[in-house]
């Protein structure tokens, strides 16, 4: 498909609002707005934003869930060349109190209520300390001196949204600042450029073959870069249509995949296997699925293109940092490519694998740890910014803190994140190795391995596994089943059935927590 001219997100809704007008961009909550009038309402939203003093750079903050709402305001706010800061909607007080410190915005749009967090009575409570932050409602206004969202738009053209010429954005300008965690004690604020999106958010569409007729179902966040950077841009940039979850929920997952008929969908293993294990879940409802994206091991890619039916999902690589994914599997590719790598670098990306220890490049095939360089973030926002000097190459590669390999014919295979290593009497040994293993063992359900600290070995292998349902496994059957599939350090010192393991809302787990359980246990883990 032809890529779109566009190079600023508000050049792009203009652009594909001429292409395709009535066409339906996004679809959620109860919404439906066509590329027309996600043009028109974005303008007029920047009228209302202009009209509070915003102007081009500035900084408007967003707590909200997936909704329309979401991208209308996201593309208003590029309309008059500010930048959008969407925070998590699981911020706690303490943590919503850092993010508006360190991003500094000047307009924080946000929902009133979302499931069990009342985001009013937080903002009622931080007000003292952001006295001059400007504050507009979505829902019942219960915050002093907040305007209603509705007032954005209202009485608002859409041409008193457009700003002078040399006032609005540039390619180069950034569109998007994402928060991320890492190995640091706070988020880091990651700012991604016009240009960038829509170039590598268009790439990643071109490797999933989406085209103008495409449905893409997204339950992750947008406020992640695989929601924002990635999937909105993907599916924007083809003229295909997003369909938006507030939350995810497997029920209504399914639901939606079946009355939307979606194409495709981006996917966690946790959401994968929600859906597969639902009661309402019936091949049938998902038979219009056709592609996607997803992480996880070559079985978690098996089941969503098998059972799922995403025969051509895609297998993907990447971080906030290098706009959502760096390196994506192509769809036509056989699965059992797809499901052994995670694709060729996207085009101007560049994935070089370096020794950990002398910091050089290493040959096609050998591992080590990935920098990568190109669609990449130039560096750190905030107080993050101090980590910018060793995130970064003096020749411009952004250490990933990841460990993996290039293959000869130069498709990135992921192997571990760095902090996520076991090291076992002095061996390296990838969580994603063994858990791969215990899998395979028709009883597992689910499964988490960590390193567990130990006097002798240093750490030690320690595997949570979660049995099917009416499934009953022994730990001596599942270390024979290791020992028998697999090298034995694959197989783990110690094995804790267990009834469920720590995930976050999306089904992502939750290795920090997981770790905590195993420190638990290492005076007993012999």
């Not at 979606?262 to 929600?274: D, I, K, N, V, W």
Request: charged share 25%; proline share 6%; hydrophobic share 40%.
């Amino acid at each position: 498909m032809r890529a779109p001219f566009s190079r600023t997100l508000f050049d792009l809704v203009c652009e594909q609002a001429e292409r395709y007008p009535d066409r339906e961009a996004v679809v959620g909550d109860g919404r439906r707005l066509t590329y027309a009038e996600l043009r028109d309402s974005a303008m007029r939203i920047a009228g209302g934003l202009r009209a509070l003093g915003l102007r081009q750079h500035e900084r408007v903050g967003l707590l909200l869930n997936n909704r329309p709402e979401w991208v209308e305001i996201c593309f208003a706010v590029a309309v008059i060349g500010g930048v959008l800061v969407p925070f998590s909607t699981w911020s706690k007080r303490r943590e919503l109190e850092f993010l508006f410190k360190d991003s500094r915005i000047k307009l924080l749009i946000a929902v009133n209520r979302l499931a069990e967090q009342d985001f009013a009575q937080d903002l009622n409570a931080l007000r003292r300390s952001f006295p001059d932050l400007a504050v507009a409602m979505i829902g019942e206004e219960r915050v002093p001196e907040a305007i209603a969202y509705a007032t954005l738009a209202r009485g608002h053209s859409p041409i008193e949204g457009v700003p002078p010429p040399g006032d609005g954005a540039r390619p180069e300008y950034p569109a998007l600042i994402l928060y991320t965690s890492g190995s640091t004690s706070y988020p880091k604020a990651v700012p991604l450029r016009h240009g960038g999106i829509i170039e590598n958010g268009f790439n990643i569409g071109e490797r999933q073959g989406l085209g103008p007729g495409d449905r893409v179902l997204l339950s992750p966040p947008l406020f992640w870069s695989y929601g924002s950077a990635n999937a909105m841009s993907a599916t924007l940039t083809h003229g295909a249509t997003l369909v938006l979850q507030g939350r995810f929920d497997a029920a209504e997952s399914l639901d939606l995949i079946e009355k939307e008929r979606c194409t495709s969908l981006y996917t966690m293993p946790g959401m994968t296997s929600a859906m597969l294990n639902h009661k309402e879940f019936r091949r049938q409802r998902t038979q219009t699925l056709r592609t996607g994206v997803t992480i996880g091991t070559p079985q978690d890619l098996a089941a969503a293109a098998n059972e799922l039916g995403a025969r051509e999902i895609c297998n993907v690589y990447g971080q906030t940092e290098s706009y959502g994914n760096c390196a994506v599997t192509w769809h036509h590719w056989p699965l059992e490519r797809r499901m052994r790598v995670q694709g060729p670098p996207l085009p101007g990306v560049h994935v070089r694998i370096v020794d950990e220890v002398s910091g050089k490049e290493v040959a096609r095939g050998e591992e080590g740890q990935i920098e990568v360089r190109g669609n990449v973030t130039q560096g750190y926002d905030g107080v993050s910014a101090e980590n910018n000097a060793k995130a970064f190459t003096a020749d411009g590669y952004f250490r990933t803190g990841d460990r993996g390999m290039l293959t000869p014919e130069g498709d990135v295979v992921f192997l571990a994140r760095t902090t996520e290593m076991i090291k076992r009497a002095g061996i390296n040994i990838a969580p994603a190795e063994v858990e791969e293993v215990l899998r395979h063992h028709p009883d597992v359900a689910e499964v988490g391995v960590v390193g567990a600290p130990d006097p002798a070995k240093g750490e030690i292998v320690l595997a949570f596994v979660v049995p099917k349902v009416g499934a009953s496994v022994t730990t001596d059957e599942l270390r024979a089943h290791c020992r028998a599939e697999a090298a034995s350090y694959k197989t783990p010192d110690r094995i804790e059935i267990c009834d469920k393991l720590p995930t976050t809302a999306t089904g992502k787990l939750m290795r920090a927590e997981l770790k905590t359980m195993a420190a638990k246990l290492a005076p007993r883990a012999r």
